[in-house]
């Protein structure tokens, strides 16, 4: 129980149907790049399951250029709206952890001034 209360952070508890649900939208999903330059990309994520019936929350991990300031990135959808990261590190790479709902939409990561 010590190493499940020292890792707890990093644990999903969850029950057999939300736990079916993630892996079926996930196995389903699919990401693309839609565009990028030095400062920005967009990618599109593209879901295969029905948005009413699958909707846990997807988990994106991103490594960004090893140039990117962490604390200078932001993710947002299509709409601009920001969405929450948290940088880990893996490594010897910063990665970049969000959430995004199962819908076919793009979303971009930029580095801003």
Do not use: C
Request: aromatic residues 8%.
């Amino acid at each position: 129980m010590e190493i499940a209360k020292e890792h707890e952070a990093a644990l999903w508890i969850a029950g057999m149907a939300e736990i079916y649900k993630y892996q079926t939208v996930r196995n389903a999903a699919k990401l693309g790049l839609v565009s990028s330059d030095p400062r920005r990309f967009t990618f599109r994520l593209s879901i295969g399951t029905d948005p009413e019936l699958y909707d846990q929350p997807l988990t994106i991990e991103v490594a960004p250029p090893k140039s990117w300031a962490p604390d200078r990135i932001a993710v947002q959808d299509a709409q601009g709206k920001a969405i929450a990261v948290r940088t880990m590190q893996a490594g010897d790479r910063v990665v970049l952890r969000f959430e995004i709902v199962p819908r076919t939409a793009d979303y971009t990561i930029e580095l801003n001034p």
